[in-house]
């Protein structure tokens, strides 16, 4: 996606935090998420022609903070744009709002195809949405499941049911939420486990070839809220879901119901969003996808050559920019019976404590070894961080290889990833191919 006239891999908040502090960082919220890579929030004015013009303020105001905070805003249109039945109303929200550099996208219709709107309604208001405003996209997002019809007897989605719409937006998304109690109520298919995230991406996918696609992952959501069972993603699941999205075409991900008051700690709803959940790892995750290991795949081309998986359950993508192929792999199954582990060895990554703290990592690197012992092999990271030598040599290796003396950030450099790929290709004991 074409962002402020950069690509970029946009991950949304819906809805996001307010202004006020993150406790955690004491940072404004905006500023917060910002930092750590998220590049639009969704915000939802409920448009009606007699407050039009105090909205667009209210709306102006927003996309003033958000641009300080060096974010863009998804602006939902709400009922506005399910046809040209509101013509002068939408007319007065996009001219009053399309010259706003803090504007990122406008939202359609939200889940049409659950709420049986019109296609081609959908798509006049799309057209004339993109006539008066070419330099914003305009994404529509469904849901994983249709209300049960003659076409659609068990109320499954299907890309047959979807294909119509893929003339009323630029972007397409689905939004599902596997996480509940009981598992896989929200899309309802006959796939309960988490890899149903992958099946409805796939399926957007194929309804809308030609478009970008979303998909819309849960912090919370409705059937999460009292009196379900409150219960959120573990950072495994929710960081499995992101990469298995990438992998079936998403070129984007949303974040849904951080500002679902009613499965918040006191805290929280003190402060209006779920802070715990993005301090207890989620902040990383957007900051993984951001990393300079891992951001730049999701914006490149699609790769020349062709790769493919052995094992039937395995799903991939390769993609290629600036001399380097990268591939992003998942495992629909939780269950690998013929892999192979190989274990990270521990260094040492205290620059400015190497001779106190070395015979701890060292010991550390020893029960690793010790304990993947006839189970796993370990690829040995000690001499790729810490070189024998005289502290200054290691000093300076750990200086060049992790972001330590320059940001006070002890994760590896792009070099240091390189070598350490280097350390399990000699742990794996396979030759290397050039």
Known sequence: ????????????????????????????????????????????????????????????????????????????????????????????????????????????????????????????????????????????????????????????????????????????????????????????????????????????VRAAPEKEHWTTLQIAWSGVLPPNVPIFPSLRQERFMVYQAIVAGARGLVFFGGDLTKVMSPEDKAQGWNWTFWNNGRKHLVQELNSTAVGPALVAPPAAVTVKASAPDVRLVARQARGFLYLIVVRRSAIAPKAEIILTGAWNFDVEHLAQTDPLFRSVDATIARVAAGKARVAKIYPVFDPAGSPDRKRARLCALTFNCSKGDPHPTDAAYRAMAAAFLAASGYTRHS
């Open 1 to 204: 996606m074409l962002l402020g006239g950069k690509t970029v891999f946009p991950i949304t908040l819906a809805g996001g935090p307010p202004l006020a502090k993150d406790p955690a960082t004491a940072l404004a919220g905006w500023t917060e998420v910002a930092q750590a890579g998220v590049k639009m929030l969704r915000v939802y004015p409920k448009w009606n022609a007699a407050n039009a013009a105090q909205l667009i303020q209210d709306t102006k105001d927003q996309l003033d903070a958000a641009e300080k905070c060096g974010l863009q805003l998804w602006v939902g249109l709400f009922d506005v744009a399910n046809d040209i039945s509101k013509q002068p109303l939408l007319e007065q929200i996009v001219d009053g709002l399309k010259d706003h550099p803090g504007l990122g996208a406008w939202k359609g219709a939200d889940e049409p195809l659950w709420g049986g709107l019109d296609a081609n309604g959908l798509a006049a208001a799309y057209d004339f949405v993109r006539a008066r405003d070419p330099g914003h996209p305009l994404v529509i997002i469904q849901a994983p499941k249709v209300k049960t019809t003659t076409k659609a007897p068990k109320g499954q989605l299907t890309a047959t049911l979807l294909k119509p719409y893929a003339a009323a937006g630029d972007i397409h998304g689905v939004d599902i939420y596997p996480i509940s109690h009981p598992p896989g109520t929200h899309a309802d298919r006959p796939n309960r486990d988490i890899s149903v995230v992958g099946d409805v991406t796939e399926i957007l």
